[in-house]
């Protein structure tokens, strides 16, 4: 009994098609989607609160140590009476030479960031 050879190529390419063409509808789709979102008629994502602490340990351990009393960077603690609330904001925003680099925190954060590391003891 022999059998057709072409029948098995034929139909992989009619599946390939089919999955083309669902592919490319399917991208259509989100295509119009991701469009709603950049316009801002998309989902909306809910802000994050900033909390300065959870910000410390994750970004301010490397160089001032994990109680951040001092490793690569200073001690941070007392820094309020050392420098002042308004000091504390301009080392955030634009960091010092040779030592803390700016943009770490993001503009409208400084305040909350600043805050939290002039009353830390």
Known sequence: MK??????YLLICFLGIALVF?????G???????????EGGGKEVAAEKF???AFAMKTCISCHGNNLEGGG????HGLGAKLGKDKVKDV????????M???????????AMADWLVKLK
């Open 22 to 26: 669902f592919l490319s509808v399917k």
């Open 73 to 76: 960077g200073p001690n941070l």
């Open 3 to 8: 059998r057709n050879p072409l029948i098995p």
């Open 28 to 38: 259509l789709g989100d295509a119009k989607e991701i469009a709603k979102e950049k």
């Open 101 to 111: 680099p700016s943009g770490l925190v993001k503009p409208e954060n400084i305040d």
């Open 92 to 99: 955030l925003k634009n960091g010092t030479t040779g030592g």
């Open 51 to 53: 909390e300065p602490e």
